[in-house]
């Protein structure tokens, strides 16, 4: 169970780091285009 917890907050660390990386470069290629 506790490595099943591990590998599940592993994974939604890396959905929430992926969700950041993808926010913040459409925010840079938004103030490109402006």
Known sequence: ???H???TVGK???L???AMF???RF???GDCNL
Request: aromatic letters at 12%; hydrophobic letters at 45%; zero cysteines.
């Open 12 to 14: 939604y660390k890396v």
């Open 16 to 18: 929430l780091n992926y």
């Open 5 to 7: 917890h591990v590998l």
């Open 22 to 24: 993808t926010h913040i």
């Open 27 to 29: 925010n840079t290629i």
């Open 1 to 3: 169970m506790v490595e």
